[in-house]
């Protein structure tokens, strides 16, 4: 069964530095998406993108974060100056369409530690 | 008022019990619904889609009133492999390009042998 991949499946990072957090979708799905749980809390939203855009973005996806689509196959999450805050599992999710049924597939997770 | 809300739980069943969770979410607009299940520090994973007339895959059950806006999710003959956290999710409709998951903080079942 097709799966999406996330790479790494843990990053320790300083305060301050940048992280790129990297994901393979399922090959033919077209809409992607991040999420994030901190330890003990809920998943939350932060960024869908289709056709190289952003499509929609919560409160919590600031200037502070970005997503990119470089080539046909990755799809990045950066985050350019970390805080404490920031430490939490990323998800990185993708679905066929856009469809109000369409389930969103999720890949393992990058846990993001920041020091 | 939280968007979803799910009791956290924990359900501690034994193997064999038959175990009911459900979830209320409060924006009348959301169009889909559907549970994920999620492993101790794992990614979720879709359990089922749920759909107005109910719909059942094995032993697992799930209902939707939208008029209660209320969830549910039955499982019966409960396994050990069962345990984990239940993710109540919906998701608003199409129009304006809504495609986000909401998530309920999630309920805890155990089932002890």
């Known amino acids: 069964e097709p799966e999406v991949t996330q790479t790494p499946s843990h990053q320790v990072t300083q305060m301050g530095q940048e992280v790129i957090l990297r994901c393979v979708p399922i090959?033919?799905?077209?809409?992607f998406y991040w999420y994030r749980q901190i330890l003990g809390q809920k998943v939350e939203f932060l960024v869908s993108?289709?056709?190289?855009?952003?499509?929609?973005k919560s409160e919590i996806f600031d200037d502070q974060f970005s997503v990119e689509r470089p080539d046909g196959s990755n799809f990045t999450l950066k985050i350019r100056s970390t805080k404490l805050e920031d430490s939490a599992m990323y998800f990185c999710?993708?679905?066929?369409?856009?469809?109000?049924?369409?389930?969103?597939?999720f890949g393992d997770g990058t846990r993001l530690s920041i020091l | 008022r939280k968007e979803v809300e799910q009791d956290p739980g924990p359900f501690n069943v034994p193997e064999g019990a038959t175990v009911a969770f459900n979830c209320t979410y409060s924006?009348?607009?959301?169009?889909?619904f559907f549970w994920y299940r999620q492993d101790c520090r794992k990614e979720p994973k879709l359990l089922m889609s749920?759909?107005?007339s109910g719909n059942e895959d094995g032993r697992f059950t799930a209902q939707l009133n939208r008029a209660s806006q209320y969830i549910s999710l039955l499982i019966r003959d409960s396994k050990l492999s069962d345990s984990a956290t239940y993710l109540c999710?919906?998701?608003?409709?199409?129009?304006?390009?809504?495609?986000?998951?909401?998530f309920g903080a999630g309920t805890r079942l155990a089932v002890h042998p």
């Open positions: 999710a993708s679905s066929e369409a856009r469809g109000s049924n369409q389930p969103q597939h």
């Open positions: 090959s033919n799905h077209l809409y």
């Open positions: 993108f289709y056709n190289n855009e952003i499509s929609e």
């Open positions: 924006n009348s607009a959301s169009q889909s």
């Open positions: 749920v759909y107005s």
């Open positions: 999710v919906v998701k608003k409709g199409f129009s304006g390009g809504y495609n986000k998951l909401i």
